[in-house]
């Protein structure tokens, strides 16, 4: 069992930038697939960026050239800087685990966008 705690979401004006965290547990995290997924009010969740454990990134076309996913193995951390943030981008963003064959999930954190 592998658990993960979002944080630094918040209320933050158009335009405005964030970084969220995702800590995981455990003594394996170099060797997950990590990701972030969003849900909006009213929406399904989506896939928003991955990074595998070769440090290879990919974003959903709506947040590329904004959005940047990154991993610190030695601190069970992965990060997404959130730049330009725009009102449609208001959602609960939470952080995946992938290790064949499991998967995990966060709790969330909530990201505002609003002026």
């Known amino acids: 069992q592998v658990l993960l705690v979002e944080s630094g979401g918040g209320l933050v004006q158009p335009g405005g930038s964030l970084r969220l965290s995702c800590v995981a547990s455990g003594s394996i995290f170099s060797r997950y697939v990590m990701g972030w997924y969003r849900q909006a009010p009213g929406k399904q969740r989506e896939w928003v960026a991955t990074?595998?454990?070769?440090?290879?990134?990919n974003y959903a076309d709506s947040v590329k050239g904004r959005f940047t996913i990154s991993r610190d193995n030695a601190k069970n951390t992965v990060y997404l800087r959130i730049n330009n943030l725009k009102p449609e981008d208001t959602a609960l963003y939470y952080c995946?685990?992938?290790?064949?064959?499991?998967?995990?999930w966060g709790q969330g954190t909530q990201v505002t966008v609003s002026s």
């Open positions: 995946n685990a992938r290790i064949w064959p499991s998967e995990y």
């Open positions: 990074i595998t454990t070769g440090r290879d990134t």
